[in-house]
């Protein structure tokens, strides 16, 4: 009985991840390098951490902001588990599990 309990607080610990966050405030930090944000990514994501992606809205530039997204998350996530993303408001949002598609 006593290791069923264990074991019944050991799993949850094992199995939950760590979320990496990245923000990108101005779209001029993305439009210096791609590689820039990709070296960014997976320099601070681990496979199966919760990439959340926020991408703060420039006015001029709110078009762009859809396809950094995209491509984000075609990088970047884990199409086998849940993906959500926002594009309402003053940011784009986008969580996920990390996992490099570039490989």
Do not use: W
Request: charge should be neutral.
């Amino acid at each position: 009985m006593k290791k069923l309990l264990l074991l019944l607080f050991l799993i949850p610990n094992l199995v939950m991840a760590e979320t990496c966050d990245i923000s990108i405030y101005h779209m001029s930090e993305v439009k210096v390098s791609q590689a820039n944000l990709s070296e960014r990514i997976t320099s601070r994501c681990a496979d199966n951490d919760i990439l959340h992606f926020i991408l703060y809205k420039d006015e001029p530039d709110v078009k762009n902001g859809d396809r950094i997204l995209f491509r984000v998350k075609t990088d970047f996530c884990n199409f086998n588990k849940t993906i959500t993303f926002d594009d309402e408001g003053t940011n784009f949002n986008l969580a996920c599990v990390y996992k490099d598609n570039r490989k």
